[in-house]
């Protein structure tokens, strides 16, 4: 393993070398422990990724008519995601443009416009400021930036994203090789209809939000860390993919560009995804439903199962079988998950029923040892003279770089940590630069009035 006696732990010096410092934390073989211990960085990654670039804020099916809105993280900013009554999204701030106070307290609703608690301004549904009280104590109260902040928002395959890059890129040119999984991941759905529940589940623990990261595509861990939900499924007498031999299976990861990576099952269960299926209460009977209905397309008996296809949207959306989750770091050691369940509107019934079964089962027996090795990680990091953790698995050793400059290898690469912490490195080394965006003054109706009303007044 490379050694190094620098001790950029310090990153509080910031500055001209700060660029330099980023860009020796990590290297191709190792990263320094100052990426899951340093402060300094974490405030960094709030702004410089956590705004920077896109950021999975919510899907379309979450607000299907005129006034529904969802409350989502982007780093430390709340941001309502709209429906307006031109049927497009807006991506707002929840920050009152009076003194800052959120709007919202809710985590999503139907509203007719957004009133602020505290002096009773009101903001459309566009952002735009309705209404204030006593607006003729403002002197030219017409040009202040009173609207409503708002995120840039683009959509692929019904899931919306979020930035703050001044100039972003194009949403397609980012997802790259990781669009054409994310369509595939919504046209397994009846009709390509895919439904995302606005109710969310949420756990957290007390670890660096690149946990999820190191683990999303980790696929050795699944044999040691989850050995007692193996056991259940042996017990029960059902393939649980986890427990076997990570060096043999046909199962790949490949990375796809900008951090993002995907780790694909099926090569490793010819007979698909239902096959693997466990025990769950009220399994049979939901199963002779399905029959009674005359159901026998495999597609529609693996949309249960989930995909077995693991797909990561770096920095923050990670599938997991039927499941979203989504990554909302809190602080330096501490991350909140956000699993979103997804149900199939225009199947039978019973497919959602036994959907819920499904996600009950990992989240329950499966992720809490994540949760576990993730605080254990926290806490080895901080002996401060090991400065180093390698992430070399797979580099010479099993990894096919294509042509595209993606990396296919088995599920012990870690050759998807490589590629999401060399994104963190574009990000963080050269920030990009970042704006609020805000509708123009001139365009707001209530404005307009102020302004006529005040020219009367001084006319006259
Ligand atoms: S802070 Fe919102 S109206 Fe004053
Ligand atoms: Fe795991």
């Keep these: 393993m490379t050694q190094d006696t620098t001790r950029p732990d310090a990153i509080v010096a910031r500055g001209p070398d700060l660029t330099d ?48 809105f969802v409350r989502r993280q982007m780093g430390r900013r709340q ?27 809710e985590d999503g609703g139907c509203a007719k416009r957004f009133v ?4 009773g301004w009101s903001f459309g549904l566009d952002g735009r400021i309705q209404n204030l009280p006593v607006p003729d104590s403002y002197d030219r109260l017409y040009e202040r930036p009173f609207d409503l902040g708002q995120v840039a928002l683009a959509t692929r395959a019904g899931f919306v994203f979020g930035t703050l890059a001044a100039e972003p890129m194009e949403i397609d040119t980012w997802l790259g090789a990781a669009g054409p999984w994310l369509d595939q991941h919504a046209a397994r759905y009846p009709g390509g209809r895919m439904g995302v529940q606005r109710r969310r589940l949420t756990q957290e623990y007390g670890a660096n939000w690149k946990m999820s990261w190191d683990n999303a595509a980790d696929g050795i861990h699944a044999t040691f860390a989850h050995a007692s939900y193996n056991h259940l499924g042996k ?11 990570p060096a043999d299976t046909p199962m790949v990861s490949k990375t796809l560009g900008h951090g993002h990576c995907v780790v694909d099952q099926r090569p490793g269960i010819p007979d698909g995804p239902w096959s693997t299926m466990r025990p769950l209460p009220t399994r049979e009977a939901l199963e002779d439903g399905l ?44 991350t909140r998950l956000r699993f979103y369940l997804t149900h199939a509107p225009d199947a039978p019934e019973e497919i959602d029923l036994m959907r819920l079964r499904v996600d009950e089962d990992f989240l329950s027996f499966g992720t809490p040892d994540d949760f576990e090795m993730f605080e254990r990680v926290q806490e080895g990091l901080a002996v401060e003279e090991e400065e180093w953790i390698d992430i070399s698995r797979g580099d010479g050793a099993g990894d096919v770089l294509g042509a595209d400059g993606l990396v296919t290898g088995t599920v012990a690469s870690e050759a998807p940590m490589r590629a999401y912490l060399a994104e963190w490195k574009r990000l963080m080394a050269r920030p990009i630069p970042t704006t609020i965006r ?11 009035t102020i302004r006529r009303r005040e020219m009367a007044k001084k006319g006259a």
Excluded at 35 to 61: C, K, N, Q
Excluded at 90 to 100: E, F
Excluded at 292 to 312: E, Q, R, Y
């Design 21 to 68: 410092l980023i860009d020796r934390l990590v290297r191709h073989d190792v990263v320094h422990r100052s990426l899951y211990t340093d402060p300094a960085l974490f405030d960094l990654e709030m702004l410089r990724i956590f705004g920077g670039t896109w950021v999975y804020l919510a899907h379309d099916s979450e607000v299907p008519a005129p006034g529904d």
């Design 79 to 105: 941001i309502l995601i709209v429906r307006t009554e031109d049927g497009g999204l807006r991506g707002l701030l929840n920050r009152c443009t009076h003194r800052g106070t959120t709007l919202v307290g």
């Design 438 to 448: 805000r509708a123009r003054i001139e365009d707001s109706r209530f404005m307009q």
């Design 116 to 119: 602020c608690p505290y002096h």
């Design 291 to 334: 029959r009674a209905k005359g159901v026998t397309d495999p597609a529609t008996w693996d949309l249960m199962t989930g995909d077995m296809v693991n797909l990561s949207i770096f920095p923050n959306l990670i599938f997991v079988g039927n499941q979203m989750m989504v990554v909302e770091p809190v602080a330096l050691n501490r």
């Design 235 to 245: 017990e029960a007498d059902t393939d649980t993919v986890l427990a076997r031999n």
